[in-house]
């Protein structure tokens, strides 16, 4: 039987995967300590923060929650804040509105489901109002080393798809296509090694080809 192809570089999925394990050990040699760059001390902290950053810089999320964990120390304080008050106190992340109600909702139901504590699971996760897959990813494997999948935000998405990993858009299949690709046990660091590196190297605008450490396995690249 021939080895199958895949759409996305024509390579037999056998290969696909030998250049995803040569992609994870570049990237573990450039990003030894890959994490996410979120600032927390406990889950509910990650997983108020994950919330933040939609649509908004880590930076810009660490610079607020400093003052927000200091007032809210719990599951129930949060949970029993005022709306209006806190859309103020998180107005600079953006979708103030949106956040806020989330982050409210999503404590109530930690206080009245879980005994305030964060769970560890992904089913009851994504159960939370406002947490989806990426959120409860991240939760779980930065707040509980637990590799339920892969982080999929939009650096993740991008790199994914100029490294010839997939060629889905929706974010469930492109991390149930990593997921096939990679080892469970890189599930957690690639995620946030991907992220880094699309920050700093595989800029959106202006990729580094030259610079990257990824060109000899991209299909995409233009280093020469």
């Known amino acids: 039987m021939k080895p199958k192809k895949t759409a996305t570089t024509g390579e037999s ?40 950053s939609a649509q908004c810089t880590d930076v810009r999320v660490n610079m607020v929650t400093p003052m927000l964990f200091k007032k809210y120390r719990s599951a129930n304080d949060f949970a029993g804040a005022d709306q209006g008050t806190l859309e103020t ?29 964060v769970p560890s699971s992904m089913e009851e996760l994504v159960a939370l109002p406002g947490v989806g897959r990426k959120t409860a990813n991240c939760v779980l494997g930065s707040a509980f080393g637990i590799a339920s999948g892969v982080v999929v935000d939009t650096h993740v998405a991008r790199l994914a798809s100029l490294l010839g990993l997939t060629k889905n858009t929706d974010p469930v299949r492109i991390e149930n296509d990593l997921c096939g690709l990679f080892p469970r046990e890189e599930w957690i660091y690639l995620g946030n ?12 605008r ?16 233009t280093a020469s």
């Open 13 to 52: 999925t056998s290969a696909r995967k030998g250049r995803s394990l040569r992609i994870v050990k570049a990237l573990r040699r450039e990003y030894p300590d890959a994490g996410t760059a979120l600032q927390f001390s406990n889950p509910l902290q990650l997983l108020i923060s994950v919330i933040l």
């Open 89 to 117: 106190e998180i107005h600079s992340t953006g979708f103030f509105r949106n956040k806020a109600k989330s982050i409210i909702g999503c404590c109530r139901a930690l206080v009245e489901n879980h005994g305030g504590n």
């Open 206 to 221: 202006r990729p580094k080809c030259r610079e990257c450490v990824l060109s000899r396995y991209c299909p995409s690249s």
């Open 193 to 204: 090694a991907l992220i880094l590196h699309g920050r700093r190297v595989c800029v959106a």
